[in-house]
């Protein structure tokens, strides 16, 4: 939920405490999903918005936080991560979405991206 860092791993949000794990130094730093294992729903190969010849592929991927599951130890407010990847010739693209309907609580959540 956190990118970049959280000073001694610890955050306030909705009068609930959060403790994460500290990862370095004395700070906690790129949430919990960076080097998760996440749910493949589908891969696969599709034809770009232009109808060009060239193939796309898209990846859509999904990182549930409940019960269970490591992160939850430390962000027990239950939501679905879903994440599309797509890559054309031109472009990659990184749609997010982050679900909280399931467990009803606000969930506070930042995203960061380096992949290069």
Same mark, same amino acid.
């Given at each position: 939920p956190t990118p970049n860092r959280v000073r001694r791993g610890t955050f306030h949000f909705d009068g609930q405490?959060?403790? @994460? *794990?500290?990862t370095k130094?004395?700070?906690?730093?790129?949430?919990f999903v960076h080097s998760a294992t996440w749910n493949v729903?589908?891969?696969r190969e599709i034809a770009d918005r232009r109808g060009?010849?060239?193939p796309a592929c898209e990846l859509?991927?999904?990182f549930p936080i409940k019960p269970g599951v490591p992160a939850y130890e430390? @962000? *027990?407010?239950p939501h679905?991560?879903?994440l599309v990847i797509r890559v054309t010739r031109d472009a990659v693209r990184w749609t997010y979405t982050v679900d909280n309907r399931?467990?009803?609580a606000r969930v506070p959540f930042g995203f960061g991206l380096h992949p290069w």
């Open positions: 405490k959060f403790q @994460f *794990p500290i130094g004395e700070n906690s730093i790129h949430g729903i589908e891969a060009a010849a060239e859509q991927l999904e430390h @962000f *027990p407010l679905v991560l879903s399931r467990g009803g």
